[in-house]
């Protein structure tokens, strides 16, 4: 009997050690942190899918995640990963100029895709977020399955003579006022603020009221957005101004889909300009919606993204 105790109590001490060695899944629904130079980010796992895994990557740059919400659904099929980028939402937020670059931001998603031991995944980038996630595939392609574009920003250029050709359609006052604003410099002016109040809710997000997501994106962006960008969605006067990727899309070697709303600040004729440059890539116009497509409409955006994916997978 002494014996059988003691053997029984070593095959304890031997489980015991293997639990204690083996690593919980790194995608595991749920919350956390993750250390990244400068700071803390913030991240959320959802879904319970075993399909090829979804990371997101957002808008701004500095505007948080709340507003890719809707994209949670999608987790039905697969993990869908989160995050704030560092300096807004409720990731660390920043004062240092140095860590608010392109490079910076593509080392940081770097540093989340190792985190979760991603050797296959779908990159998903919205507004900034796409200029972030070209930039990102053309250094670290490995594992990318393929690329979703979602009212992509990837000539700023092009985004300036668009917004331009936007800001004509609204009232005449108003486009008068956002440009004598733009030049004066006078961005705290009231009647500059009404007139990105009214682009936002013509091109931007045009479901109105907007939903809590949309209302805590915008109290919770980061200080990069007007270093970076500017006062603006149309007025950009930071080192993103000159920022043009369209001579290397082409270098895309992945399956690619582009996303816009009718209504997008990202106008569609531009949109189908990249799709044209990226072998193989495909496109799709959501009817009625802004900048904010998953906001916008919710079921027709999901149902694009989980189609796209649903048939790479057949």
């Not at 959501?286 to 189609?307: C, F, Y």
Request: net charge neutral; with cysteine.
């Amino acid at each position: 009997m002494k014996k059988l105790c003691s053997y029984l109590l070593l095959l304890l001490s031997i489980q015991l050690i293997f639990l204690g060695c083996s690593k919980p899944d790194p995608l595991a629904e749920g919350q956390g942190y993750i250390n990244v130079e400068g700071g803390k980010i913030w991240y959320r796992v959802v879904g319970t899918g075993n399909k090829t895994p979804l990371l997101l990557l957002h808008g701004g740059p500095g505007v948080p995640s709340y507003y890719l919400k809707p994209m949670s659904e999608l987790g039905k099929d697969r993990k869908v990963i989160f995050f704030d980028q560092l300096g807004c939402g409720k990731s660390d937020h920043i004062t240092d100029t140095t860590l608010m670059t392109v490079d910076h931001y593509v080392e940081e998603v770097n540093t989340v895709v190792k985190h979760f031991g991603l050797k296959e995944y779908y990159l998903y980038g919205q507004s900034w977020g796409t200029m972030l996630g070209t930039e990102f595939y053309l250094k670290h392609p490995e594992g990318i399955k393929a690329v979703l574009l979602s009212s992509p920003a990837i000539s700023i250029p092009r985004w300036l003579k668009d917004a331009d050709s936007l800001i004509s359609l609204l009232p005449d006052s108003v486009a008068q006022a956002i440009r004598t604003n733009e030049k004066n410099k006078t961005y705290n002016a009231p009647e500059y603020k009404k007139g990105v109040q009214l682009f936002y809710e013509n091109f931007v997000a045009r479901k109105v009221p907007w939903s809590a997501d949309i209302d805590s994106a915008f109290l919770q962006i980061g200080k990069q957005y007007e270093y970076m960008n500017g006062p603006s969605e149309f007025t950009i006067v930071g080192p993103l101004k000159t920022f043009d990727r369209t001579d290397r899309l082409h270098e895309i070697k992945v399956p690619t889909l582009f996303i816009t709303g009718e209504f997008d600040e990202a106008c569609p004729n531009t949109v189908k300009y990249y799709q044209s440059l990226v072998p193989g890539a495909k496109i799709e116009i959501i009817p009625g919606a802004g900048h904010l497509t998953m906001q916008d409409a919710k079921e027709l955006h999901n149902k694009v993204v989980s189609d796209f994916l649903a048939d790479l997978e057949k």
